[in-house]
């Protein structure tokens, strides 16, 4: 009997720290503005690249306010009309106030559709950007065959898009990213990703939605009950655009994840593989 009352007394505890730790975040869609820095739309390689390239003379026409551009950039290989193609998003990555931008290249191996991807991070300051991702030359843009790009691609993977999920309580933003439907990323880092900015090390860090009780967890079962902010649009118009989660994503990690027995995974999932 005492085992049981001992067994009952260690899953109370657990549950109220889940509680506590839900009740400690309030959490929403409804994310603050923030600052554009002063100088250019884009950062200063986007504008050299403007004047001296046509493909991307689209640079010169951009407004201040826009918080996502996408655009295409050079032809991979001549004749194939497959080309690499830009989004960015204008989020505040560091919870400081300024706007930063996340880019993501996203490269096509073939005509059928597969395509591979890297990220660059600009942070915003009062008047300038400044760049965190893969070695590449100034005169290149942040895109795969560029530089060091190829080889320093798995320090600069973190999805496709990205949307917003922020804690009002702590001020602090948590992001979903994901690599969807015939990217190649997605069989190595299938499902949602919910990540956040480590300071310390000046880039965004990835967190284990599955750990119980976590903040990860609760921004992840937030994320599939609301949805999460993502931008679209000019600043200072409605609110945007709301993502959606998509089962079907999370089944594929769900299946993937099972299949590969463990490796590189996380416990709290292969627990549940395991049941």
């Known amino acids: 009997m005492k085992s049981l009352f001992f067994a009952l007394g260690v899953a109370a505890l657990a549950a109220n720290c889940t509680a506590t730790n839900a009740q400690s ?4 869609t409804d994310v603050p503005e923030c600052r554009t820095p002063g100088g250019t739309v884009l950062p200063e390689r986007y504008q050299t690249l403007a004047k001296k390239h ?3 003379a689209w640079v010169k026409k951009l407004a ?3 918080r996502r551009i996408s655009h295409q950039g050079w032809e991979r290989v001549d004749g194939s009309a497959m080309y690499n193609w830009f989004d960015f998003f204008l989020v505040d990555l560091n919870n400081d106030g300024y706007c930063d931008w996340y880019v993501n290249a996203s490269a096509p191996l073939s005509t059928g559709g597969d395509r591979d991807t890297i990220n660059t991070l600009y942070l915003g300051q009062k008047n300038r950007w400044v760049r965190i ?3 590449i030359p100034e005169d290149k843009p942040d895109q795969l065959g560029a530089g060091d790009a190829d080889d320093e691609q798995s320090g600069y993977l973190f999805g496709e898009e990205i949307s917003t999920v922020y804690d009002a309580a702590a001020k602090t933003s948590y992001f979903i990213t ?3 439907d015939r990217n ?6 299938p499902g949602y990703r919910v990540m956040t900015w480590d300071n310390d090390k000046k880039t965004l860090r990835l967190l284990d939605k599955w750990q119980p009780g976590s903040k990860a967890a609760e921004v992840y079962a937030f994320f599939k009950a609301h949805g999460a902010w993502t931008p679209s649009g000019k600043m200072g118009t409605a609110k945007d655009t709301i993502q959606r989660f998509d089962p079907q994503v999370e089944a594929v990690e769900l299946e993937q994840a099972c299949d590969r027995g463990g490796e590189g995974l996380s416990p709290y999932l292969l627990k549940r593989c395991k049941r």
Do not use: S
Request: aromatic share 14%; proline share 5%; no cysteine.
């Open 178 to 180: 994901g690599f969807y």
């Open 54 to 56: 046509k493909e991307f």
């Open 133 to 135: 991702g893969a070695h």
């Open 64 to 66: 201040p306010g826009d």
């Open 184 to 189: 190649v990323q997605r069989d190595d880092h």
């Open 25 to 28: 975040m309030r959490l929403t």
